[in-house]
């Protein structure tokens, strides 16, 4: 586009990991190569974002290297985001709970309607 060529930019780790659900985004070109492993790269801002933590005037490739040690310290999204994952589970339990019981009661419903139709074809029988 006029003479200009842009780079592809990729999803910054630590960006992605403290993302809240309405945050935006954030992408970057530079990425780490002691980190990175041949083709997958270890992508990290150079940038400082006030968002990831209270009174925060690290980087991102800072947080990445010095508070997560490279990485293996770093925390779950759901614990960024708030969500227990044990709570997830047992919610996605009684989901499944709750979809058979609501399964079986439609079954219940055809039988008594089938009962309920036969009996009434039954009693104009009657008549």
């Known amino acids: ?7 592809r930019q990729r999803q910054c780790k630590v960006c992605t990991i ?3 659900v309405s945050s935006k985004r954030q992408v970057t070109r530079f990425y780490c190569p002691k980190c ?5 790269r270890v992508y990290l801002c150079d940038k400082v974002r006030q ?12 947080i990445w290297h010095q ?3 490279n990485g293996s310290e770093r925390v779950s999204r759901c614990e960024v985001r708030g969500r227990n994952t044990e ?12 979809l058979a019981t ?3 009661l439609q079954t219940l419903l055809l039988i008594l309607q089938k009962t309920q139709l036969h009996l009434q074809r ?6």
């Open 67 to 69: 508070l997560w040690r």
């Open 18 to 20: 403290r993302k809240t």
């Open 122 to 127: 039954r009693i104009l029988q009657l008549r």
């Open 51 to 62: 968002d990831h933590y209270p009174n925060n005037n690290l980087t991102c490739y800072e």
């Open 36 to 40: 990175s492993n041949g083709s997958k």
């Open 87 to 98: 709570a997830l589970t047992m919610m996605a339990m009684l989901m499944k709970s709750l």
């Open 102 to 104: 609501l399964t079986l």
């Open 1 to 7: 586009v006029g003479g200009i060529r842009k780079r």
